[in-house]
């Protein structure tokens, strides 16, 4: 079975097909890329020929990208040398589509050569895109569903089969820049519009054949390869350019703060190959591209973000042996934030749902909720008034309990007391179905603790969702001890409908992420009573790669959420609760009132709009900053440590059951370093026998907080990673 094949009509015109067996969308592959080297090359010796059209055998997408699985095969097969496999492998693919580009035309006089096409059924992302770039003209699908770009930078590497040389010289830095630092997908005709491709069709193959059919020699000569050429927006060494690449520059590393080596190995890529002619540039681009590589920040990325995401989404922690659970009528309880967000992304996926509240006027909110972000929708030109229409009328607002019935999926979002959610379950077991799953959308009460509310246990379960529901993509299923199957499918099969990333976690106080995520804050707090500058410690954070500091997040999340988490902990723990100065300084803000953003008064001081306008110097009246501040690299591991042995601890204890979810969810729930690939891939990048070590020297100077796991001991003692000791594949062994 091959991913390639060729045809030739009585036209003369050459058809190659990509249509990978078995899979819903092209990837290329290392055997794909031989195949498809071999047609060209048939191609273009054959006299009877006239032209190639390149398109694909899938409905919808012409392919996905690169098999991610390639990369790693280049490096084994280097042996000793993987960085010299990774360099002559890439500039193969550039030899293959530097062919495609000259198509055997003369390299004197730019003359005889074969008009190539592509013809775009739908989405073509990565080197779905590199490709057909490299092609004299690019017909896409007239498909709004579509989405074309280069989306490499989100996992950690940037588009390395030439995308990279050829966009920057097809727009110019500047108009590239938002595909190739941002990895945006645009649908077709905005593709069209900024340059990107060539035509919008209704019939790309149709029209591709016709104009390679008619095409001159000026109609497939690149510009980069005709004399005279000038890059749009002007070189590094032209005033206008040099300007656009000092910017560059700036903005990559604002955005980045250097956390990220991809954004910044592009920019360089683009610089220094514009300095050069065409196909020194692509050796240099190819070298960059190695260096990235190299790095084991990408492998990490691509591992969480990319393979490790895609299982998850897939289903590789879903009970085996239960049939499909798809929700077909969803109860929401409870219609404040959560519950409108919950009921907002159910409807999106076409889900009937009921949204339960006190009475008609605060169920009606929560229905506006929707409502809102459907009108915004319509005002971007994202949303239809049809859509519109056919979303609310899926959504039923209302006090009445009866409605639920006919339910087989119900989530609570009430207040976040265990008496009031006890209630509410109680009242709502009499209506539903008796083989209706029931789940808290709690997110630190435990799920076992508030299944004592419910006749049937097995039916029990915890799905967290994250603030603001639309726009996080994790979504936190916690099995409580009693949990059975079907419930975790049921959850799992509910996650993958709304279109976001599951992880499954067994029940403890916290769960998963918040456990992590707490310490984080805690840890900063500490830091301030101990006269760190607040500054210092959100900018340490920031330049780990984190979206915000820990500082600021404590006033994003508010303040009294804080102080109300950490007395209902001291009440569940008792003496075992570790009291610690964080605790002080967040009851003595809440005292004063600063409760962060929403009283417009918290760590910051803020205007009359809400907005920033500075730390508040309030807070040194009680914790004078220290006249030496600690070094950079300190902060940053106290902020690191604090978090990634909670993860190890939960590993430990068995409230994580895969470390793919560990680090998925991090970096998904709360932004966890996302160059890292999360809090196991960081350990593995740092190492086991460093990172004990470094707990030891931490413990010793800051406290127990920091004492180095049994667990993560042990593996260092051994010279361990955690990716080779319970990654799937050691699993798998």
Known sequence: MTDFTMTTGDDGVAIITWDCPGKTMNVMSIEGLSELDALVDTALADDAIKGIVITSGKEGSFAGGMDLNLLATLKEQAGDDPAKGLFEGTMQMHALLRKIERAGMDPKTNKGGKPIAAALPGTAAGIGLELPLATHRIFVADNPKARIGLPEIMVGIFPGAGGTTRLARKLGAMAASPLLLEGKMLEPAKAKGAGVIDEVVADPLAAAKEWVLTAKDADILKPWDAKGYKMPGGAPYHPAGFMTFVGASAMVHGKTQGAFPAAKALLSAVYEGALVDFDTALKIEARWFTHVLMNPSSGAMIRSLF??????????????????????????????????????????????????????????????????????????????????????????????????????????????????KAEITQKVEQVIPEDCIFASNTSTLPITGLAKAFSRPKDFIGIHFFSPVEKMLLVEIIKGQETGDRAVAKALDYVRQIRKTPIVVNDARFFYCNRCIIPYGN????????????????????????????????????????????????????????????????????????????????????????????????????????????????????????????????????????????????VLAWGFAPWSGGPFSWLDIIGTPYAAERCDQLAAKYGERFKCPDLLREMAAKGQSFYGRFGPEAKAA
Request: net charge negative.
């Open 307 to 420: 393979v490790n995401k895609e299982a998850l989404e897939k289903g590789a922690v879903r009970p085996e042996g239960v049939p499909d659970q798809r929700v077909k009528k969803l109860g929401v309880l409870g219609a404040g934030m959560m519950g409108a967000g919950i009921a907002l992304v159910s409807a999106q996926a076409g889900i009937e749902v009921v949204l339960i509240d006190r009475d008609q006027a605060a169920a009606d909110k929560g229905k506006a909720y929707t409502e809102a972000y459907l009108d915004k929708g319509i005002q971007r030109k994202k949303v239809t008034p049809e859509k519109k229409d056919a979303m609310l009328g899926l959504i039923t607002a209302t006090p009445d309990l009866d409605a639920l019935k006919g339910c087989d999926l119900i989530i609570e979002a009430v207040f976040e007391d265990p008496k009031v």
């Open 523 to 666: 840890e900063a707090t500490r830091m301030v009573t101990e006269g760190v500058a607040p500054v210092l410690i959100d900018n340490a954070a920031r330049q780990l790669g984190f979206p915000v500091g820990p500082i600021q997040l404590g006033d994003e999340t508010s303040i009294d959420l804080a102080a109300k988490i950490t007395r209902a902990t001291k009440e569940a723990m008792g003496n075992e609760y570790p009291a610690s100065e964080a605790d002080d300084l967040v009851f003595w803000m809440e005292e004063k009132g600063r409760l962060g953003r929403k009283a417009k008064a918290g760590y910051f001081d803020y205007d009359e709009n809400g907005k920033r306008i500075g730390y508040w110097k309030g807070i040194h009246d009680k914790y004078p900053l220290a006249e030496e501040q600690p070094d950079l690299i300190e902060v940053q591991e106290r902020l690191m440590f604090a978090q990634v042995l909670e993860a190890v601890r939960a590993l430990e204890e068995g409230v994580l059951e895969d470390i793919r979810e560990g680090d998925v969810g991090a």
